[in-house]
T-cell receptor
Framework: KAGVTQTPRYLIKTRGQQVTLSCSPI?????VSWYQQTPGQGLQFLFE???????NKGNFPGRFSGRQFSNSRSEMNVSTLELGDSALYLC???????????FGAGSRLTVL | AQSVTQLDSQVPVFEEAPVELRCNYSSSVSVYLFWYVQYPNQGLQLLLKYLSGSTLVKGINGFEAEFNKSQTSFHLRKPSVHISDTAEYFCAVSDRDSGGSNYKLTFGKGTLLTVNP
């Protein structure tokens, strides 16, 4: 069974640009969550999607957005990038009622 | 709002020694508790979880943790560590009723376990 796949694994952007990150969950998992990991703030919850609906959202500015498609794949977008957006972005999926998240390897974003 | 405190940011130990990584959480409501491990340049791997039932939980790679509701703690232990256990360990908690979703985790800052030969 394939795990959670995140693309791209590494990317470099400059301030003011926007970025889109992709996440393919484990087959059959309908919930996808996104987390930001930085050395200073640690792991912080961004948002969670289930059946194409955002169910939960963390305390991030509106520049951070996401969506989920009918096949459960998810994307997150960050617009008007700032230096502080440099981070490892982790996606996780879960099956209904399992109460356990399986994480992907992450997308490491560097903003110059 | 939930908060998770991992009391030690770094724990150095020698190979084959026992180790305990400490974790306390803030809320007294019913919670789910987790320990994840992160190796360099990788995502998070689930070590073990407490959802209900026995307060002593056994996980992968010989790790175990004990849920203590009165002390709001969920400390991780291993009786004998190996070099390969060197990694960062994260404690996480979710409320059983978090806005209709059990999938919002609050993480601690992490404990870097370094196992020396």
């Amino acid at each position: 069974k394939a795990g959670v796949t995140q693309t791209p694994r590494y990317l470099i952007k400059t301030r003011g640009q926007q970025v889109t990150l992709s996440c393919s969950p484990i087959s059959g998992h309908r919930s996808v969550s996104w987390y930001q990991q930085t050395p200073g703030q640690g792991l912080q919850f961004l948002f969670e999607y289930f059946s194409e609906t955002q169910r939960n959202k963390g305390n991030f500015p509106g520049r951070f957005s996401g969506r989920q498609f009918s096949n459960s794949r998810s994307e997150m977008n960050v617009s008007t990038l700032e230096l502080g957006d440099s981070a490892l972005y982790l996606c996780a999926s879960s099956s209904t009622g399992a109460n356990v998240l399986t994480f992907g390897a992450g997308s490491r974003l560097t903003v110059l | 709002a939930q908060s998770v405190t991992q009391l030690d940011s770094q724990v150095p130990v020698f190979e084959e020694a026992p180790v305990e990584l400490r974790c306390n959480y803030s809320s007294s409501v019913s919670v789910y508790l987790f320990w994840y491990v992160q190796y360099p340049n990788q995502g998070l791997q689930l070590l073990l979880k407490y959802l209900s039932g026995s307060t002593l939980v056994k996980g992968i790679n010989g790790f175990e943790a004990e849920f203590n509701k009165s002390q709001t703690s969920f400390h991780l232990r291993k009786p004998s560590v190996h070099i390969s256990d060197t990694a960062e360990y994260f404690c996480a908690v979710s409320d059983r009723d978090s806005g209709g979703s059990n999938y919002k985790l609050t993480f601690g800052k992490g404990t870097l376990l370094t196992v020396n030969p």
